[in-house]
């Protein structure tokens, strides 16, 4: 069963595999019949938004399904194995041997309490290594996966590892039972451009390198399209669409596929830039200098200094804990920090102080009270902001129909959420409102309507943003001028044009670059062939 | 891409098709906010829920109607140590009382005494326990550490000593039970405060001048209420466990009072020949503590996100 022996047919073979869970209400059909190959040493890709169906039909595969499941396939095969037919301790072996799979959140998929050498020696122990030997080779793997010096790195613990780091040790361990299959399951969600750059090409090498297959499972089509040879693609459990990439993405056949390339923030365009306020930088809405902040002597923040004017768009970019999250959170004045920040007040008739910030988060799950409806929220929020609207006029305006006013924040979809949480920010006069990531946990259909509402609001009230995003295409599409933060110090800030033409910073060339390697010439190789314009159109 | 933009719903499956597809594979915590009802309905779907809530109320309708419907826990019927028969279904006690009047009308003050010092408890605790939460820092330090130097104490001890100072009268032994159960319920709720005062609605509120006291009562309070209702109930069986101690120890209730734990300390001399001056009073504790405490758990387990 393992590795490279009698390969005549398909690695994965997948014949109308039906999934469904069983609740109180029925059963739900979560895959209603999808089929697909995967050959030998192939990648494939498997893109839809959340709920379909992705993930369940690849981790069918794995047989590692919720109890109440209910599986039924016409051919359910891995590397010659009929999935559907293991149990016990045959199904352990073949999940051992034949398959790996790499998770979302590396940070999860790792024993916090252990150190990771340990933990990737422990794959080597079980498949019967003895204690010296399971060392070795897991040095080895983690060398593989360039992880050096690896005797260093194999003693550190997870914590003590950086999230791409920490990802690359989840690699080592699937491949640790040279497995024909990797499953690879939204691996770079959580990690920035530059990270996500690295890790997709150590996967691509690896597998030219090894000769398994991987089936890649993400919402993220250009990154699908940048590494696999043919994509699926899917829609509520129904696989809408199959195809060598390239044309996939030139000339989709299905309605849906050529919605969610529609829908993609187009790098090049400007097309729902607001227009520039910045003619008033004379007098800028906030004046930060000198900004400084230390966690536990671990740099956040380092002299940062800028201006946003009124009106104007400021985008900030950099890695995840490049202080970009702690720059919002001084700017909102929700921690303490050295330095100064300050706003101008605007001449505004002196009564109640009122809040000069306010902030858009990323999870509106979190942001959004559990307990309070929508109404109430509003409600609230226009009174502290001395707001001059009615809870329906602003519901109006962020797009939030009236029968949603009385519902509870889990009775809404991410979408919404969200709406309500931008309306919540919009609900008085407030000059400036940060938004930290305010689209990075949504589908990307959806992300491009929160995307348009933001421009919308800012062209009609005004404000001025401070957006904060590791997509670069993003914070393009919507900023006037554009911060790189790198290691807590603010190392470029351009007008946007100027930087994507020429940055000068080598890390935010490397942004750049990652954000217009995926966007440009599918398939990959030949970067720069492809006006972006014509792919997306 | 000119897609409408406002009024469009989000194109979303409906919210149940999200939920068991993400679930089953990624661990995702699947639990969008449960809304109320189907967890009221849920508790009832429980079996052991069922049957406590039931002796539990048993035990409520004993205290508050005995005065109605003439049960006579004072008074000798003439038999002494009388053996349980038709007219007497738990027998006598060696002052000719009927045991099965003296068991029902016990159930008034123990189930006067713990409810009203777990009540006492929690919103002593509670109180505190958002407040250290919510302002961390010096506050939150100061009160933990006292409360530190306050859980070690061994309750039962920890009360003797606070009913020898200031007597065992009701009012006293409320107050007593409020104040040893106060630190221990702080202490869980300010861990569920801190959990959620990371989340961004507080933040949310903090950058809206809300003021302090609002967010503390209409943001936080409800979000940890759940954790709170379970430190009642739980709090609640263990002061009513409390306060039959300390009346069987002699120093709560006494005599002529029907307090089950007096009950017990008074026929223990009996235990091996009127085995049922002692059976029956000590099952009336058991049961409403344990009933008490399977209601705790229940609770428990149907908020579990």
């Given at each position: 069963?393992?590795?490279?022996?009698?390969?005549?047919?398909?690695?994965?073979?997948?014949?109308?595999?039906?999934?469904?869970?069983?609740?109180?209400?029925?059963?739900?059909?979560?895959?209603?019949?999808?089929?697909?190959?995967?050959?030998?040493?192939?990648?494939?890709?498997?893109?839809?938004?959340?709920?379909?169906?992705?993930?369940?039909?690849?981790?069918?595969?794995?047989?590692?399904?919720?109890?109440?499941?209910?599986?039924?396939?016409?051919?359910?095969?891995?590397?010659?194995?009929?999935?559907?037919?293991?149990?016990?301790?045959?199904?352990?072996?073949?999940?051992?041997?034949?398959?790996?799979?790499?998770?979302?959140?590396?940070?999860?998929?790792?024993?916090?309490?252990?150190?990771?050498?340990?933990?990737?020696?422990?794959?080597?122990?079980?498949?019967?290594?003895?204690?010296?030997?399971?060392?070795?080779?897991?040095?080895?793997?983690?060398?593989?996966?360039?992880?050096?010096?690896?005797?260093?790195?194999?003693?550190?613990?997870?914590?003590?590892?950086?999230?791409?780091?920490?990802?690359?040790?989840?690699?080592?361990?699937?491949?640790?039972?040279?497995?024909?299959?990797?499953?690879?399951?939204?691996?770079?969600?959580?990690?920035?451009?530059?990270?996500?750059?690295?890790?997709?090409?150590?996967?691509?090498?690896?597998?030219?390198?090894?000769?398994?297959?991987?089936?890649?499972?993400?919402?993220?089509?250009?990154?699908?399209?940048?590494?696999?040879?043919?994509?699926?693609?899917?829609?509520?459990?129904?696989?809408?669409?199959?195809?060598?990439?390239?044309?996939?993405?030139?000339?989709?056949?299905?309605?849906?596929?050529?919605?969610?390339?529609?829908?993609?923030?187009?790098?090049?365009?400007?097309?729902?830039?607001?227009?520039?306020?910045?003619?008033?930088?004379?007098?800028?809405?906030?004046?930060?200098?000198?900004?400084?902040?230390?966690?536990?002597?671990?740099?956040?923040?380092?002299?940062?200094?800028?201006?946003?004017?009124?009106?104007?768009?400021?985008?900030?970019?950099?890695?995840?804990?490049?202080?970009?999250?702690?720059?919002?959170?001084?700017?909102?004045?929700?921690?303490?920090?050295?330095?100064?920040?300050?706003?101008?007040?605007?001449?505004?008739?002196?009564?109640?102080?009122?809040?000069?910030?306010?902030?858009?988060?990323?999870?509106?799950?979190?942001?959004?009270?559990?307990?309070?409806?929508?109404?109430?929220?509003?409600?609230?929020?226009?009174?502290?902001?001395?707001?001059?609207?009615?809870?329906?006029?602003?519901?109006?305006?962020?797009?939030?129909?009236?029968?949603?006013?009385?519902?509870?924040?889990?009775?809404?979809?991410?979408?919404?959420?969200?709406?309500?949480?931008?309306?919540?920010?919009?609900?008085?006069?407030?000059?400036?409102?940060?938004?930290?990531?305010?689209?990075?946990?949504?589908?990307?259909?959806?992300?491009?309507?929160?995307?348009?509402?933001?421009?919308?609001?800012?062209?009609?009230?005004?404000?001025?943003?401070?957006?904060?995003?590791?997509?670069?295409?993003?914070?393009?599409?919507?900023?006037?001028?554009?911060?790189?933060?790198?290691?807590?110090?603010?190392?470029?800030?351009?007008?946007?044009?100027?930087?994507?033409?020429?940055?000068?910073?080598?890390?935010?060339?490397?942004?750049?670059?990652?954000?217009?390697?995926?966007?440009?010439?599918?398939?990959?190789?030949?970067?720069?062939?492809?006006?972006?314009?014509?792919?997306?159109? | 891409?000119?897609?409408?933009?406002?009024?469009?719903?989000?194109?979303?499956?409906?919210?149940?098709?999200?939920?068991?597809?993400?679930?089953a594979v990624q661990d995702v915590a699947t639990a969008s906010a449960t809304p109320r009802r189907p967890r009221a309905r849920a508790l009832l779907r429980r079996p052991t829920f069922v049957i406590s809530a039931v002796i539990v109320l048993w035990w409520i309708l004993a205290a508050v109607l005995w005065k109605v419907v003439?049960?006579?826990?004072?008074?000798?019927?003439?038999?002494?140590?009388?053996?349980?028969?038709?007219?007497?279904?738990?027998?006598?006690?060696?002052?000719?009382?009927?045991?099965?009047?003296?068991?029902?009308?016990?159930?008034?003050?123990?189930?006067?005494?713990?409810?009203?010092?777990?009540?006492?408890?929690?919103?002593?605790?509670?109180?505190?326990?958002?407040?250290?939460?919510?302002?961390?820092?010096?506050?939150?330090?100061?009160?933990?550490?006292?409360?530190?130097?306050?859980?070690?104490?061994?309750?039962?001890?920890?009360?003797?000593?606070?009913?020898?100072?200031?007597?065992?009268?009701?009012?006293?032994?409320?107050?007593?039970?409020?104040?040893?159960?106060?630190?221990?319920?702080?202490?869980?709720?300010?861990?569920?405060?801190?959990?959620?005062?990371?989340?961004?609605?507080?933040?949310?509120?903090?950058?809206?001048?809300?003021?302090?006291?609002?967010?503390?009562?209409?943001?936080?309070?409800?979000?940890?209420?759940?954790?709170?209702?379970?430190?009642?109930?739980?709090?609640?069986?263990?002061?009513?466990?409390?306060?039959?101690?300390?009346?069987?120890?002699?120093?709560?209730?006494?005599?002529?009072?029907?307090?089950?734990?007096?009950?017990?300390?008074?026929?223990?001399?009996?235990?091996?020949?009127?085995?049922?001056?002692?059976?029956?009073?000590?099952?009336?504790?058991?049961?409403?503590?344990?009933?008490?405490?399977?209601?705790?758990?229940?609770?428990?387990?149907?908020?579990?996100?």
């Amino acid at each position: 069963m393992t590795g490279a022996t009698h390969r005549s047919g398909p690695v994965v073979s997948v014949r109308d595999l039906r999934i469904g869970y069983r609740t109180g209400h029925g059963t739900l059909q979560a895959v209603k019949g999808v089929s697909f190959a995967v050959q030998a040493g192939e990648a494939y890709g498997l893109v839809g938004e959340s709920g379909s169906g992705k993930s369940t039909a690849a981790m069918a595969l794995t047989r590692y399904l919720a109890p109440n499941a209910e599986l039924s396939a016409g051919d359910l095969s891995v590397a010659g194995v009929d999935v559907r037919s293991l149990e016990g301790r045959r199904l352990r072996h073949f999940r051992a041997e034949s398959l790996g799979v790499v998770y979302q959140e590396p940070g999860l998929a790792l024993n916090p309490t252990m150190a990771v050498g340990e933990q990737v020696a422990e794959v080597f122990r079980l498949a019967g290594a003895g204690r010296s030997e399971a060392a070795q080779r897991a040095h080895a793997a983690l060398e593989r996966v360039q992880l050096t010096p690896a005797a260093v790195i194999a003693g550190r613990y997870p914590h003590e590892l950086s999230g791409g780091q920490q990802q690359r040790v989840v690699i080592a361990m699937a491949l640790a039972g040279s497995p024909d299959l990797l499953i690879l399951d939204e691996p770079t969600t959580g990690l920035d451009g530059r990270v996500e750059t690295e890790i997709m090409a150590l996967i691509d090498r690896l597998r030219a390198e090894l000769g398994f297959a991987t089936i890649l499972i993400s919402h993220n089509l250009p990154l699908i399209a940048a590494h696999c040879r043919r994509i699926g693609v899917l829609q509520d459990g129904v696989m809408v669409e199959e195809g060598p990439s390239e044309r996939v993405l030139r000339s989709p056949r299905h309605a849906y596929t050529r919605s969610l390339i529609a829908a993609l923030p187009d790098i090049d365009a400007r097309r729902s830039r607001p227009a520039s306020g910045a003619d008033d930088t004379a007098r800028p809405v906030v004046t930060v200098s000198g900004v400084s902040k230390d966690y536990h002597r671990k740099r956040a923040l380092r002299d940062v200094s800028f201006t946003i004017g009124r009106g104007e768009v400021l985008g900030i970019v950099g890695e995840s804990g490049s202080g970009k999250t702690t720059l919002g959170r001084v700017l909102a004045g929700l921690t303490t920090y050295d330095g100064q920040v300050t706003f101008d007040q605007g001449g505004r008739p002196g009564r109640r102080r009122l809040p000069q910030v306010q902030v858009v988060f990323q999870n509106a799950d979190l942001s959004l009270n559990p307990r309070r409806t929508v109404r109430q929220v509003l409600k609230r929020s226009i009174r502290l902001l001395d707001g001059d609207q009615t809870v329906e006029q602003l519901a109006d305006s962020v797009g939030i129909e009236h029968e949603l006013l009385d519902r509870l924040p889990g009775q809404l979809s991410g979408g919404q959420k969200q709406r309500v949480a931008i309306a919540r920010a919009f609900a008085g006069n407030v000059p400036l409102v940060i938004c930290d990531e305010p689209t990075s946990a949504l589908d990307v259909s959806i992300q491009a309507r929160i995307i348009d509402l933001l421009v919308e609001l800012q062209q009609r009230t005004g404000v001025s943003y401070l957006f904060i995003s590791h997509d670069m295409a993003v914070v393009r599409q919507i900023s006037h001028r554009i911060g790189v933060l790198y290691d807590g110090e603010l190392v470029e800030l351009k007008q946007s044009d100027e930087l994507f033409e020429s940055a000068e910073h080598p890390y935010s060339r490397q942004l750049v670059e990652s954000a217009l390697s995926l966007r440009r010439g599918w398939p990959r190789g030949d970067a720069r062939a492809e006006e972006p314009g014509q792919v997306i159109a | 891409m000119g897609m409408s933009v406002l009024t469009s719903d989000e194109n979303l499956p409906e919210p149940g098709a999200l939920t068991p597809a993400a679930a089953a594979v990624q661990d995702v915590a699947t639990a969008s906010a449960t809304p109320r009802r189907p967890r009221a309905r849920a508790l009832l779907r429980r079996p052991t829920f069922v049957i406590s809530a039931v002796i539990v109320l048993w035990w409520i309708l004993a205290a508050v109607l005995w005065k109605v419907v003439g049960l006579d826990p004072y008074s000798n019927t003439g038999k002494l140590l009388a053996a349980p028969s038709w007219s007497q279904p738990f027998g006598t006690d060696n002052l000719g009382r009927s045991v099965f009047a003296r068991t029902l009308v016990g159930a008034d003050r123990a189930l006067l005494i713990g409810p009203l010092g777990a009540v006492m408890a929690t919103i002593l605790g509670g109180a505190l326990g958002v407040i250290a939460g919510y302002f961390r820092g010096i506050v939150d330090t100061a009160l933990m550490r006292v409360f530190d130097v306050l859980v070690v104490l061994p309750p039962i001890i920890f009360l003797i000593v606070l009913v020898t100072a200031f007597g065992s009268g009701t009012r006293a032994l409320i107050l007593c039970i409020g104040f040893v159960y106060a630190p221990g319920i702080a202490r869980i709720i300010r861990a569920a405060v801190l959990a959620e005062m990371g989340k961004g609605y507080v933040a949310s509120a903090r950058l809206q001048r809300e003021s302090r006291l609002r967010i503390m009562a209409l943001e936080l309070v409800p979000n940890v209420w759940p954790t709170m209702l379970v430190q009642i109930t739980l709090s609640l069986a263990s002061a009513i466990l409390m306060t039959a101690t300390l009346s069987f120890l002699g120093l709560g209730a006494q005599p002529p009072s029907a307090d089950w734990g007096l009950q017990i300390n008074a026929n223990m001399i009996y235990l091996q020949q009127q085995w049922w001056t002692v059976l029956f009073p000590a099952l009336a504790v058991a049961s409403l503590v344990v009933s008490v405490q399977l209601i705790a758990d229940n609770i428990k387990e149907v908020s579990r996100p």
